[in-house]
């Protein structure tokens, strides 16, 4: 589904022409609301980086952390701000690291170049600029969720009530067949004995 055809569906679901004109808003909203409640594993990416002083920046379409390591497969451990601020000062190869004001702060800070990996979770590309999985494969959600958003526009329509429960079963079923596909493949195995 591209960005135009959303823009149809949803202004002919409303069926009022004075909406036209800010349905682009509704759209970035219900994606502001998916970045937010989606936890898919399309979301899912890698960004192979060097660690080589304290802070480090983060993907520009971040959402949130799942595992940092080292190529040589060392995972860094996880430390909040207070316990980062505890341990400081020390040089050498990271071990830990912390989030501190949108960046990455690492401890020991590097000596010396590490190349590392981020697994994170990444933001919804915005429909307006490029097609993503949730207009390819959750087109309901789009739709659904967008019209939500409209509800301070309709006031008392009886069809808000309707959207959001659509929006909800919808997104319940986008998450729960995410945690079904990567897990699939995992079922029982025999035990041989010998």
């Avoid at 949108?102 to 990996?117: F, K, M, N, Q, V």
């Avoid at 009886?158 to 986008?174: D, P």
Wanted: net charge negative.
């Amino acid at each position: 589904m591209t960005y135009t055809e959303l823009k149809d569906i949803i202004a002919d679901e409303l069926n009022r022409q004075d909406l036209t004109s800010v349905i682009p808003t509704f759209i970035r909203m219900c994606e502001a609301s998916l970045n937010r409640d989606l936890r898919h594993w399309k979301m899912e990416k890698r960004a192979s980086t060097t660690f080589n002083d304290r802070y480090h920046t983060l993907p520009t379409d971040w959402l949130e952390t799942m595992r940092i390591h080292l190529d040589t497969g060392e995972p860094l451990t996880m430390l909040s701000v207070d316990e980062m601020q505890t341990i400081r000062p020390k040089d050498g190869k990271p071990t830990h690291y912390a989030h501190v004001a949108g960046e990455i702060e690492l401890y020991p800070t590097p000596d010396d170049d590490y190349a590392g990996e981020i697994f994170y979770r990444s933001k919804i590309s915005g429909l307006e600029t490029e097609e993503n999985f949730v207009s390819d494969d959750h087109i309901d959600i789009y739709v659904y969720g967008s019209l939500v958003h409209s509800a301070p526009y309709l006031q008392d329509d009886q069809r808000i009530a309707v959207w959001l429960s659509l929006y909800q079963q919808a997104l319940n079923s986008a998450n729960a067949q995410s945690q079904q596909a990567k897990y699939s493949g995992t079922g029982l195995k025999m035990k041989l004995r010998g």
